[in-house]
């Protein structure tokens, strides 16, 4: 079965750097691999998703998959305070409709 | 948006007690799921349906039952519970039919905790 991990477990950066979220997988078969936020005592919520090799951008929010590494991740620009939240990656299992999620990067930004 | 409503809210109950945790969608999704969130566990899948009297076993069933008797309605039923149970839980929605549809649509969450 799809094994998910993500890195690292808590990030906290100041305002306005980079930052960068890691996620591993183990079946290259996946077709989707998307990230979900959940910001405090709320429901996480679909941020971005993709499906095929490559990179794909939505405002400050890119991600990128490389299948071939199992590695996919997701680069916030311009980090802000209303950023700080856990970020959970997802990938699908392959052949069912079943997502496996990682356990979580608790992101915090500094003002 | 997808809307999913979650009852109750807030729930604490005791070692060896019944609980149902209920669900509604109303988007006409097909897939349904239970999961429970735990500090360094992410979310973790207990059960899901693709319809209405339909139930596949999740990642971590044990101690659960669960029942989508329409549709809309999703239950999950702990007939003995455990403090290893005490936990957030979380129903969520999808519209399978294309690879796009994999995104899951969440409740606002339910509170858990067995004494």
């Known amino acids: 079965q799809q094994k998910v991990q993500q890195s690292p477990e808590s990030l906290i950066v100041p305002e306005g750097a980079m930052t960068s979220l890691n996620c591993t997988f183990s079946?290259?078969?996946?077709?989707?691999f998307a990230w979900y936020r959940q910001h405090s005592g709320k429901a996480p919520k679909a941020l971005m998703s993709?499906?095929?090799?490559g990179e794909k951008e939505e405002g400050r929010f890119t991600i990128h998959l490389n299948k071939a590494s199992l590695h996919f991740s997701l680069h916030i620009r311009d980090s802000q305070p209303s950023d700080s939240a856990l970020y959970l990656c997802?990938?699908?299992?392959?052949?069912?409709?079943?997502?496996?999620f990682g356990s979580g990067t608790q992101l915090t930004v500094m003002p | 948006e997808a809307a999913v409503t979650q009852s109750p809210r807030n729930k604490v109950t005791v070692t060896g007690g019944n609980v149902t945790l209920s669900c509604r969608q109303t988007?006409?999704?097909?897939?349904m799921y239970w999961y429970r969130q735990d500090t360094g566990h992410g979310l973790r899948l207990i059960h899901y349906?693709?319809?209405?009297?339909?139930?596949q076993i999740g990642d971590v069933p044990d101690g659960y039952k669960a029942t989508r008797t329409t549709q809309e309605d999703f239950f999950l039923l702990l007939e003995l519970a455990s403090p290893s149970q005490t936990s957030l839980y979380f129903c969520?929605?999808?519209?399978?039919?294309?690879?796009?549809?994999?995104?899951?649509?969440f409740g606002p969450g339910t509170r858990l905790t067995v004494l």
């Open positions: 969520a929605s999808s519209d399978a039919g294309d690879r796009a549809s994999y995104e899951q649509y």
């Open positions: 988007n006409s999704h097909n897939y």
């Open positions: 997802a990938v699908e299992s392959s052949g069912s409709w079943q997502l496996i």
């Open positions: 349906s693709y319809g209405a009297g339909n139930l």
């Open positions: 079946d290259s078969a996946s077709q989707y």
């Open positions: 993709i499906f095929s090799n």
